[in-house]
């Protein structure tokens, strides 16, 4: 497991957009905690039965379900030539975690998207007509803004006093804010 790269971001920023397009032209594993919960609750499996109230009502699952799902993708061979981790971590407890499962390739480089509350909003509502996610609307998209203030925020510190945050302004043509990240690989 080499170069992992970190894109953060509020809900809505476009992680997951930009980080499939940058994992396909640099060949990296695209690995989103978000897509792997939700594929969870489709199957009925024990986690997703866990987590389906969480991801309705717009809370985070509990640190060490995600980080024991995280540590069991990143064995996969397909992570080899690096991955982007899209949607995690989302706690300081978690990325402690993410620095001893990948002690021996630190993460590389974090790329914070990011974009104001009301655009934020905005987006999310608009997403939910096509999405079909359970939670693109109005009370859940309120929780998870106010969980990435108070759980997620706090990271951009972590990695800026690590020296490998960058941020890049979310808000605008997503072929602009795509070369503008595509230029830090
Ligand atoms: P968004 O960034 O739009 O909120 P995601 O697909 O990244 O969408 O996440 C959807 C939901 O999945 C979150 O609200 C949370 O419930 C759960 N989730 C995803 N990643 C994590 C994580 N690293 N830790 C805890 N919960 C997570």
Same mark, same amino acid.
């Given at each position: 497991m080499t170069n992992l790269v970190v894109f953060l971001g509020?809900?809505?920023?476009g992680k997951g957009t930009q980080a499939l397009r940058i994992s396909s032209e640099f060949n990296l594993a695209h690995i989103s905690t978000g897509d792997m919960l939700r594929e969870h609750v489709k199957e009925l499996t024990d986690l997703g039965k866990i987590a389906k109230s969480l991801l309705d009502e717009g809370k985070l699952v509990p640190d060490d379900l995600v980080i024991q799902m995280l540590t069991e993708r990143l064995s996969?061979? !397909?992570?080899l030539g690096g991955s982007i981790l899209d +949607?995690?971590?989302? @706690?300081l407890r978690q990325a402690e975690s993410l620095e001893k499962i990948s002690?021996?390739?630190?993460?590389k480089k974090v790329i914070v998207l990011e974009a104001h509350q009301e655009e934020l909003t905005k987006r999310i509502l608009s997403r939910g007509q096509t999405s079909g996610?359970? !939670? !693109? @609307?109005g009370d859940s998209i309120r929780v998870r803004l106010e969980v990435y203030k108070k759980d997620t925020e706090p990271l951009i510190k972590f990695y800026e006093d690590k020296g490998i945050l960058t941020k890049i302004n +979310?808000?605008?043509n997503v072929d602009d804010i795509y070369e503008l990240i595509s230029k830090e690989f």
């Amino acid at each position: 497991m080499t170069n992992l790269v970190v894109f953060l971001g509020p809900p809505g920023a476009g992680k997951g957009t930009q980080a499939l397009r940058i994992s396909s032209e640099f060949n990296l594993a695209h690995i989103s905690t978000g897509d792997m919960l939700r594929e969870h609750v489709k199957e009925l499996t024990d986690l997703g039965k866990i987590a389906k109230s969480l991801l309705d009502e717009g809370k985070l699952v509990p640190d060490d379900l995600v980080i024991q799902m995280l540590t069991e993708r990143l064995s996969h061979e !397909d992570c080899l030539g690096g991955s982007i981790l899209d +949607g995690f971590p989302r @706690t300081l407890r978690q990325a402690e975690s993410l620095e001893k499962i990948s002690n021996k390739f630190p993460v590389k480089k974090v790329i914070v998207l990011e974009a104001h509350q009301e655009e934020l909003t905005k987006r999310i509502l608009s997403r939910g007509q096509t999405s079909g996610r359970s !939670d !693109d @609307t109005g009370d859940s998209i309120r929780v998870r803004l106010e969980v990435y203030k108070k759980d997620t925020e706090p990271l951009i510190k972590f990695y800026e006093d690590k020296g490998i945050l960058t941020k890049i302004n +979310g808000v605008g043509n997503v072929d602009d804010i795509y070369e503008l990240i595509s230029k830090e690989f």
